[in-house]
T-cell receptor, first 113, second 110 residues
Framework: EPEVTQTPSHQVTQMGQEVILRCVPI?????FYWYRQILGQKVEFLVS????????KSEIFDDQFSVERPDGSNFTLKIRSTKLEDSAMYFC???????????FGPGTRLLVL | QKEVEQDPGPLSVPEGAIVSLNCTYS??????FMWYRQYSRKGPELLMY????GNKEDGRFTAQVDKSSKYISLFIRDSQPSDSATYLC??????????FGTGTRLLVSP
C-alpha cells in the first residue's frame, strides 16, 4: 500500500541553524501539507501546497518557514533559523485532488538545542 | 471557544469492552469528520472518514456524527490491547486544513 515517507526520522540541531525536512508524498496525490505536534499537544496545521504554490498557511508559518517541491517526488519544509520552540514532531500529509482524506507520514522529530 | 474539543483521557478499559470516544466542534461549516489513531511517537493513521450525519461502520469501529449537536463519536467494539493508542478526531471543510482535537489516550488492559 502506498504511503507517505519522511526523512530524517530524527534531527537534532543548534538554535539558529537551518534545517530541511523532507517528504515523499503518495505518488498520485497533488495536495501536500505540513503539520506539527509539540510534545503533549495537538496536531497543528502549518501549510498546504498545491500546484507549486502555498494555498493556505497558519499564523505559525512565519517568514522563518518555507516549502518547496524541488522535483516530481519530494516536498520539503525549511526552517531558516531554528528556535527552541520549533522542537516538535513534523508531519507531512498528502491527498488526491478530489478527495478530502489526508494521509500522514511517520514524522520527523526535531530537537533544537 | 475552541474549534474542536476532545477529552484527553487517559481512558482505561479491560479487554473486550466497548469504547466510546467523543469530540465536539463549534463551527457548523465543517463538513467532514475523520478519526485517526496515533501510536506513541508515530504519525496519525486514518481510521474512519465520514461526511454526513449518521453512523458508518468498519469492522469493530463505528463512527457517528450528529451535525445538529456538533458531536462526533468513535465506538470500538471488543477492544483489544493493540487498540491502546491516542485517538484523534479531525474535522475539515472543502479541501482545506484539518483541525485536530487534542486526542484521547486509550489504554486497553488484557
Amino acid at each position: 500500500e502506498p504511503e507517505v515517507t519522511q526523512t530524517p526520522s530524527h534531527q537534532v540541531t543548534q538554535m539558529g541553524q537551518e534545517v530541511i525536512l523532507r517528504c515523499v508524498p503518495i505518488s498520485n496525490h497533488l495536495y501536500f501539507y505540513w503539520y506539527r505536534q509539540i510534545l503533549g499537544q495537538k496536531v497543528e496545521f502549518l501549510v498546504s501546497f498545491y500546484n507549486n504554490e502555498i494555498s493556505e498557511k497558519s499564523e505559525i508559518f512565519d517568514d522563518q518557514f518555507s516549502v518547496e517541491r524541488p522535483d516530481g517526488s519530494n516536498f520539503t519544509l525549511k526552517i531558516r533559523s531554528t528556535k527552541l520552540e520549533d522542537s516538535a514532531m513534523y508531519f507531512c500529509a498528502s491527498r488526491e485532488l478530489d478527495q478530502e482524506t489526508q494521509y500522514f507520514g511517520p514524522g520527523t522529530r526535531l530537537l533544537v538545542l | 471557544q475552541k474549534e474542536v474539543e476532545q477529552d484527553p483521557g487517559p481512558l482505561s478499559v479491560p479487554e473486550g469492552a466497548i469504547v466510546s470516544l467523543n469530540c465536539t466542534y463549534s463551527n457548523s461549516a465543517f463538513q467532514y469528520f475523520m478519526w485517526y489513531r496515533q501510536y506513541s511517537r508515530k504519525g496519525p493513521e486514518l481510521l474512519m472518514y465520514t461526511y454526513s450525519s449518521g453512523n458508518k461502520e468498519d469492522g469493530r469501529f463505528t463512527a457517528q456524527v450528529d451535525k445538529s449537536s456538533k458531536y462526533i463519536s468513535l465506538f470500538i467494539r471488543d477492544s483489544q490491547p493493540s487498540d491502546s493508542a491516542t485517538y484523534l478526531c479531525a474535522i475539515g471543510k472543502g479541501f482545506q486544513k484539518l483541525v485536530f482535537g487534542t486526542g484521547t489516550r486509550l489504554l486497553v488492559s488484557p
